[in-house]
Structures are given as structure tokens and as C-alpha cells.
């Protein structure tokens, strides 16, 4: 008869298949946040003359800790440590709602930096890609957390609700590009780029939830409806918002903004 000797403290293999699929589309996630905001936040920060409001700051803090934060949970449900994953979870919410109310903030913030820069009826406009990008986020983390006891639609949530606050960090390239390179004579602040210009970075970060649907059919012969549903809301949002940025609505949603923030 022979005894099998278990080793207390040996890690478990990594996953593979669903779980190591989650956690590199996490990486990727994180990659693209990353090299999206070097030009506009990392690059100026690093070299000392970033001059931004600290609510700008408080709101990178909280996109760049959720991105670590979905990388980690990824990477323990991958390892099979889905105890630890859990007691993870309540940070999880936390940075969510600090990401909400930062995001929000810090639209606020750019709108009144508009409006004293003689921006404003361009900038009004413009503003519901932060406001409508954030909003869409922190309703499919809720639904995520909500749907916390289905890990298959759980998981797709949280990357479909990830995937859609990286279109923020595309476009940096493309405003840098697209922008009007007419600076207003107070501070200097550029002025707001065409709505357009929303668009083509919107839709490269939809590829990640494309790239997820296609794993999706191949490994289980059908896409699951999460991406459907959450993926079609998040493009529906992406293309109505530039209509939607001009009617009386959207401007009296930005009064009401304005007005409440101190």
C-alpha cells in the first residue's frame, strides 16, 4: 500500500482554457490603457510638467487600480484560487463606485474648464462621451456584481464593462492627431476634437469583445448572450451619443451637472 505524500505549499497549475483566456484579455485590457494615456498622462507625469486638477489624478487611480484589480481577480480564478477572488470582491465594488464618481467628476471639471476657455458650446456637446462612457460602465459592473452567482456571465460582464472604458485611452492618439491645434488664450486648453473622432477608437476597443466572442465560439460553439446584449448596449451608446450630444436633452442633462457640482 502506498501513501501519497501532499505538498502544503505548492501552487496550483494554471488553468487552462476559459480561466487563462480571461486573465490575458485582462493584460490586454491593461496594455491598451497604458500606451493609450502615454502621450496625454504617463509621458508628461514622468517628465514633471503634467498639469492637471487633482481630480484628474483621483480618477486615473481609480482606472488604472480597476485594471490591476481585473488583472488580479482574472489571474486567481485562473490559478483556481476562487476563495481569494471573493473576499476580493468588496475592493471590487469600491473602485467601481470610486471610478463612477471620479469619472463624473472629472467631466464636471472639463466642462467648467471649457466654459472659462470660450469652449463651451463645443465642449457642452462633447462631454457626454465621458459622462455616457462612464455611466455605461458602472451599469454593467452592477449588473456583473448582481449576476455575481453565474460565474459564465459574471466574468463577460466585468470584460465587456472593462473593455468599455478603454475607447478614453484610443483616442488620446487621435486627438492628438484630429484635435484643433487652436488654444484658447486662458490656459491653454485645446479645443474639443469633432464627435467623429469618437468613433474609430470606440470601435478598436470593441474588438476586444469581439476577439472574446470569437474564444467564445470555439470553445463553446456559440457566443454566450452576454456579449450580445452587454456588447450591443455598449455600441449602441458609442453611436447614439453624437446624435444625442445636440439635443436640447443632453444640454439641459449638462446644466444640471454644472449646477450641482460646488
Known amino acids: 500500500m502506498t501513501t501519497q505524500t501532499e505538498v502544503p505549499n505548492a ?19 491593461f496594455a491598451v490603457a497604458v500606451i493609450g494615456f502615454a502621450p496625454s498622462y504617463w509621458v508628461p507625469l514622468l517628465w514633471g510638467n503634467l498639469d492637471v486638477a487633482p481630480i484628474v489624478h483621483l480618477h486615473a487611480a481609480c482606472f488604472y487600480g480597476w485594471t490591476l484589480l481585473f488583472m488580479r481577480q482574472t489571474w486567481l480564478v485562473s490559478v483556481g484560487q476562487t476563495g481569494r477572488h471573493r473576499e476580493l470582491g468588496m475592493a471590487g465594488v469600491a473602485l467601481a463606485a470610486g471610478m463612477f464618481f471620479a469619472g463624473m467628476g472629472t467631466a464636471i471639471h472639463s466642462i467648467k474648464r471649457m466654459d472659462a476657455s470660450g469652449f463651451g458650446p463645443e465642449g457642452r456637446p462633447f462631454s457626454i462621451i465621458a459622462v455616457s462612457s462612464v455611466t455605461t460602465y458602472a451599469v454593467l459592473v452592477a449588473f456583473a456584481i448582481f449576476k455575481v452567482r453565474n460565474p459564465e456571465l459574471h466574468k463577460r460582464l466585468m470584460l465587456v464593462a472593462t473593455a ?11 486627438i492628438l492627431i484630429f484635435a484643433s491645434k487652436n488654444l484658447s488664450p486662458q490656459g491653454g486648453v485645446l479645443a474639443p476634437p469633432p464627435m467623429f473622432v469618437t468613433i474609430p477608437p470606440s470601435l478598436l476597443s470593441d474588438l ?3 476577439v472574446a ?11 454566450h448572450p452576454a456579449y450580445w446584449i452587454a456588447g450591443g448596449c455598449v455600441l449602441a451608446v458609442q453611436i447614439l451619443r453624437g446624435p444625442l450630444s445636440m439635443t436640447s436633452a443632453w444640454l439641459w442633462v449638462v446644466n444640471c451637472l454644472v449646477a450641482f457640482a460646488p
Open 164 to 174: 468599455s472604458i478603454l475607447p478614453a485611452a484610443i483616442a488620446r492618439w487621435f
Open 213 to 223: 466572442m470569437v474564444h467564445d465560439k470555439r470553445t463553446r460553439g456559440s457566443v
Open 208 to 210: 476586444l469583445i469581439v
Open 11 to 29: 501552487k496550483p497549475p494554471i488553468v487552462s482554457g476559459s480561466g487563462s483566456f480571461f486573465f490575458r484579455m485582462s493584460v490586454a485590457c
